[in-house]
């Protein structure tokens, strides 16, 4: 299996700046999409941000130009670098990646593993 752990999570005023991180574990064979989601209660889970093998990265319109996504494939770690936070940004965040394990890979499944979520808070 594979495990996320996340670190970074707090409460930041409005406009300032929160860095998170992931990192994955476990038997991992290989990984190839990390990213993060995050979820406010009573709403579904939404992307916020992802990056490929190949760097390709994908950003929810609420937050472009104000997050970036970055990953270190030697340390399977992802990292979110958010600025100019928004009281809309309060959420709880998850990191999600998508892969093998190499149990999964045996049996041909690729699978989605998520971290067990870290709040962000923004202060208005």
């Known amino acids: 299996q594979v495990q996320l752990v996340e670190s970074g999570g707090g409460l930041v005023q409005t406009g300032g700046s929160l860095g998170l991180s992931c990192a994955a574990s476990?038997?991992?064979?290989?990984?190839?999409?990390m990213g993060w989601h995050r979820q406010v209660p009573g709403k579904p889970r939404e992307l916020v941000a992802s990056?490929?093998?190949?760097?390709?990265?994908d950003y929810a319109d609420s937050v472009k130009g104000r997050f970036t996504i970055s990953r270190d494939d030697a340390k399977n770690t992802v990292y979110l670098q958010m600025s100019s936070l928004k009281p809309e940004d309060t959420a709880v965040y998850y990191c999600?990646?998508?892969?093998?394990?190499?149990?999964?890979?045996?049996?041909?499944?690729?699978?989605?593993?998520w971290g067990q979520g870290t709040q962000v808070t923004v202060s208005s």
């Open positions: 999600h990646a998508k892969g093998f394990s190499y149990t999964d890979y045996v049996e041909g499944y690729e699978k989605d593993y």
């Open positions: 476990g038997s991992i064979f290989s990984i190839d999409v």
């Open positions: 990056i490929t093998t190949g760097d390709t990265t």
